[in-house]
Every structure is written in C-alpha cells, then in structure tokens.
C-alpha cells in the first residue's frame, strides 16, 4: 500500500493509534499499530467503519479479534484458506472424474468382449433356438450397459455442478474482497494492485498511464447537515458516475473516505484531463434528492487532480502529484479540473 501523508500527518495519526491501544489494552505490536494508523487515516472506509461499530458497542478487543481484523483487511490469509479449500474439493472432484472414467473405459471395454463372444456365438451355431438366447444376452448386456452409462452420466453431472459450484464461490470470495462494501466499486486493496500491474503494463507498451483523484467538496458540511445515511448516498452517486463515465481498461477505485481515483491506462495527460472534465460536469448538473421526502438538497461539485506516470517511478509519487493537483484545485476555488503540470503556476506566494 502507498502512504501520501505528510510527516506531520503520519505522526499525527501514529500518535493516536497509540494513544488508542493503551485506552483499549490492545498490544502495540507492528499489526495492531497497522490497523489503528489506518482507522485514524481513514483511508480504508470499510476498515474505519468496522472498528467505529466495535467501538461503539464497547467491545474488548482480544488478542485473536486483533489478529482477525488485521487479516481481514491487511493479507490475503482468508481469501487464501478459501482457495486451498476450494483447489482441494476441486481435485477431489476430478479425481472422482478420472474414476469414472476409468469404471467407463472397463464397462465398454467387458461390454466389447461380451459383444464379440456373442458374434462368435451366432457364427458357430446354426440353431434357431441357440441364436435367440445369444441375442437375448446380447439385449440384456446392452441394457446392462446403458443402466450404466446413465450412472455415470449422473455421476459426471452432479461432479461438475459442484466444481461450478466452487467456482462461483471463488469469484464471489474475490469480488467481496476487493470491494468496497458501500459503493460497490473497487476498494483500496484491488485500486494498489491494479495500479501496480498497469504501471507495468504501461512500462512494458511504452504507453502512457494517468491518475485520477476525486474528493467531494464541502461533503464534512454536507454530513453534518444531512446526516450520514445521505452522505452514504451521495458517495454511491457520486461512484456510479465514475462507473458511467469510464471505459475498458480503466479502474474507478473508492481511495478513502470522500476521495475516489480513476486509473486511465493508455490515456495521455491532456486527454485524461478531458475525462476528468466530464466527470466534474456530470456531477455538478445532478441534483441530490432525498426520494423518501421529495426534498431536494442541492449540488455536490467535485475538486480533480489529474497526473501522469512516470515510468521506473515510485507510485506514490504518481499518487502524491496527482493529490496536490486536487487540493491545488480546492484552494483555486474547488469544482475545477488541475492537472500536475498546472499545480506550479496556482500556487500561490508572497514573493
């Protein structure tokens, strides 16, 4: 995971995940600190959220709640236990096949056999009588195997019902882990590994990669006034207009909080800048309604900074130009589009 804070910010966040461990007698090891800077930071939403209703409800957090909720948002551990036991079922599964298989391949293989003794029967006798038992063993023998094909066509089916089965419950695993739980749309675990695979792909094409970072004006006013069930509301608005606005390779990705970003893979700067503009138009023409008492509650506007990939570079550095080229667009009056190479030319001095 990249960290864009400031030293003063990191400290301050630190500080209060520790301050927070004592009060609760939670042990200040590297994991539970992790979880902590992370809840003050805010920038795993479904994380903050997890540990406010704990919190909330006053409950003590044990060594073992500790470890879960560190494994839960921070490693792979659960998503990897539901793989392991899923490949295992699977292999299960097809070794249960090849069994088949081969109680199929000995059936058809008997049932040749008995086929060319009933021929060499018919052959040697002249008897009528001796001609129709031959046939008759031959019918039941038929019989016989197709009672047994149909066996194993139900075995074969109920085999591969189950491994579709595991397959549905492997991509669903996937998806809740890499969702963020209340817009639906990426979350910050799925958001650091595709930027991580498109700045490699990018590096590798020669082609150009583009950042995106999204934050709601005013939304701390807005959620004081409306309450926190609407602040849900205009973040899945807002994020279904990302999800409307974007196409093919691209990522919309809750980062934190009120901050969403965009990854334009294969998007040079100047025409990310248009999309980024497009966004902040059809956000800024929708109407917040509140559907159960017909009140309409305004506008929300979004600030956008735009940046560009460097290749061979850090990408928090690439995060970090594209964050100041957002708050660069906050001071400059917010609803507006900046892009990294505007951020110099807005800032302002006492020279």
Known sequence: MDYTESFDQAAEFGNSALLMMKERGIVANPNNFTVWFHYFSGQIPDLKRAL?????????????????IFEKFFTF??????????????????????????????GVADYGKALEAFSGEISDSGEPES????????LNATRAMEQ???SLEEKFDASSAEITRLREDLETMRHEA???GLTG??????????????AMLAMEEGTPLCLLILDIDHFKSFNDTYGHQIGDQVLKLLAMTLTDSIKGQDVAARFGGEEFCVILPGTALKDAVKVAEVIRTKVGKKQVVNRKTGETLGQITV????????????????????????????RSGRNQVMSEDMVDKNTLSFD
């Open 303 to 330: 600030s956008i900074g735009v940046g560009v990939f460097k290749y061979g570079e850090p990408l928090s550095q690439l995060i970090l130009r594209s964050d100041e080229a957002m708050y660069t667009a906050k």
């Open 52 to 68: 406010k209703i704990l919190l909330d409800n006053d409950q003590e957090f044990t060594e073992k709640r500790n470890q879960e």
């Open 178 to 180: 890499m969702t963020d």
């Open 148 to 150: 047994h094909n149909k």
């Open 77 to 106: 551990h659960s998503e990897g236990v539901a793989i392991d036991d899923a490949a295992t079922k699977a292999e299960a599964e097809l070794t249960r096949i090849l069994q088949y298989l081969g109680v199929a391949g000995d």
């Open 131 to 138: 001609i129709k038992t031959t046939i008759t063993n031959a």
């Open 185 to 198: 749309i990426a979350n910050r675990k799925l958001f650091d590994t595709e930027l991580r695979r498109l």
